[in-house]
C-alpha cells in the first residue's frame, strides 16, 4: 500500500454512489484504512472516519467486521500481489451495530475492535469488548480526558 491520501473527489463520489444505495434499500461495507494493509500483523494503518459519515447520513448503525489473514489470500505489496502464501482467513462479524455520536468515537472503537482482531485473530477479553461496542469504554475515556470538561 502507498501513503494512505485522503481524496476528496472520491470520498464525494463514495457519498452520491452510496446515498443511491441506500435509497434502494441497500447496506454497504466499506474499509476505513482506504486500502489492503501491507503489514496487517503488526497494526492498522490510519483509518478514515467515512463511515461514521455514512451512517450518518442513512440514518443507520454500523455494524463493525474485522479481517485477519487476507494479507495472504492478496497482498498490498506488489512484489507478493495475488501470489496465495496461506489460506487461513478469519472473519468477525460484531452484533448489534450501533448509532456512533462522534467519528472520533467511532474510530477509537474501530481501533481498539477491529485493530486487535486485525493484529491478532481473535478478540479483546469479552469484558472489554463488551465495553468498547457498547460505548461504555469510550465514555470512559472522555469523562477521564481534562480536555472535555
Not at 43 to 60: D, E, H, N, V
Not at 72 to 98: F, K, Q
Not at 105 to 111: I, K, R, V
Not at 115 to 123: L, R, T
Request: hydrophobic content about 35%; some cysteine.
Amino acid at each position: 500500500g502507498d501513503d494512505n491520501d485522503y481524496d476528496v473527489a472520491s470520498f464525494k463520489n463514495l457519498l452520491k454512489q452510496a446515498k443511491k444505495a441506500f435509497e434502494e434499500g441497500f447496506d454497504i461495507g466499506i474499509l476505513p484504512e482506504g486500502q489492503l494493509n501491507p503489514n496487517p500483523e503488526e497494526s492498522l494503518m490510519p483509518c478514515f472516519p467515512g463511515a461514521f459519515t455514512l451512517a450518518r447520513m442513512s440514518k443507520r448503525p454500523i455494524q463493525m467486521m474485522a479481517l485477519h489473514g487476507t494479507h495472504r489470500l492478496w497482498h498490498a505489496r506488489e512484489d507478493i500481489g495475488m501470489t496465495v502464501t496461506a489460506r487461513e482467513v478469519r472473519i468477525r462479524v460484531y452484533p448489534n451495530g450501533r448509532k456512533y455520536q462522534s467519528g472520533d468515537e467511532f474510530l477509537a472503537t474501530f481501533n481498539a475492535v477491529v485493530g486487535h482482531f486485525a493484529v491478532k485473530g481473535f478478540d479483546l477479553h469479552p469484558e472489554e469488548l463488551d465495553s468498547w461496542l457498547n460505548g461504555e469504554k469510550w465514555n470512559e475515556l472522555k469523562s477521564a480526558d481534562p480536555n472535555n470538561a
